[in-house]
């Protein structure tokens, strides 16, 4: 039943930021950042009782590991909202929170990590890479809320969008800097993995064998950080951004979902420990 708290939190705060976005309620949007701000305390213990448990992070598998994404997400998510007191991008992120927390609730029990992963360079990358999938779906939600901005204000007819999310001025900055922030994580977490994988080559392990730019897993993440280095140079050099920009971060988070569930279920054969 604790596997399930973080996803029914989740769901709870789901539902009322709903209702918050819809109507405009204050109330409403309190208690969705309290549900949320549960979430991530059950999550929080949730995580803590595993680590105990298996003695090491639960980093090890992919379930495990959209477990500590949505995680990471929410408790990002938070700092953004307690901080800037801005919640109309609460109703896209408590959805991707409870849409992926059911993953990890249907699953909770921890897969052993085998003698390969207990390098600390395996966590160092494996949280670098999911705290900058976390700045990247972040980034995410301001480029929908951006586009669902912009065609509101083109077509004149400022009403349901136009009164509900900060100005475009805002949702592109904030987008810029998810992005930079993302970029700079999954630089290292691809530069940390790239050491690890030359240090543990010479394993017999077939996964070790495995870790080659062959394989979906590692080259759908190369795409992703050629796909946020496109998109950060694009901003800087040719003045990419506004809705270019609000686009290249829906199709780059995307890529990083196509990278979580079917590359990293079915996939890969080196990530599928």
Request: proline content about 4%; aromatic content about 14%; glycine content about 8%.
């Amino acid at each position: 039943m604790v596997s399930w708290l973080p996803f029914l939190f989740y769901l709870g705060a789901a539902i009322l930021y709903f209702t918050h976005f819809a109507r405009r309620d204050r109330r409403a949007g309190r208690l969705a950042t309290g549900l949320l701000a549960g979430g991530v305390l059950a999550h929080t213990f949730l995580i803590g009782m595993q680590t105990v448990e298996a003695g090491h992070a639960p980093l090890v598998g992919t379930t495990a590991a959209v477990s500590a994404f949505v995680w990471l997400l929410g408790l990002s998510y938070l700092y953004v909202e307690l901080t800037t007191d801005e919640r109309a991008m609460g109703v896209f992120v408590s959805a991707i929170l409870a849409g992926l927390a059911v993953l990890p609730a249907f699953s909770p029990d921890l897969e052993p990590r085998p003698p390969l992963l207990q390098s600390p360079l395996f966590t160092i990358h494996v949280l670098t890479m999911l705290f900058a999938y976390a700045s990247f779906a972040l980034a995410f939600v301001l480029g929908v809320t951006y586009v669902l901005l912009f065609k509101e204000i083109k077509a004149k007819q400022l009403g349901f969008f136009y009164a509900r999310l900060p100005s475009l001025q805002t949702l592109d900055v904030m987008n810029g800097r998810a992005i930079t922030v993302g970029w700079i994580f999954l630089t290292v977490g691809v530069a940390v993995g790239g050491i690890w994988a030359t240090q543990i080559h010479a394993s017999t392990d077939p996964h070790a064998r495995a870790m080659s730019v062959a394989d979906p897993k590692i080259l759908v993440a190369l795409l992703c950080w050629a796909m946020y280095s496109f998109a950060l140079v694009a901003r800087r050099a040719i003045g990419w951004s506004g809705r270019r920009a609000a686009w290249l971060s829906t199709i780059g988070f995307v890529i990083v979902l196509l990278n979580f569930v079917p590359v990293g279920y079915f996939l890969t054969r080196s990530h599928n420990f």
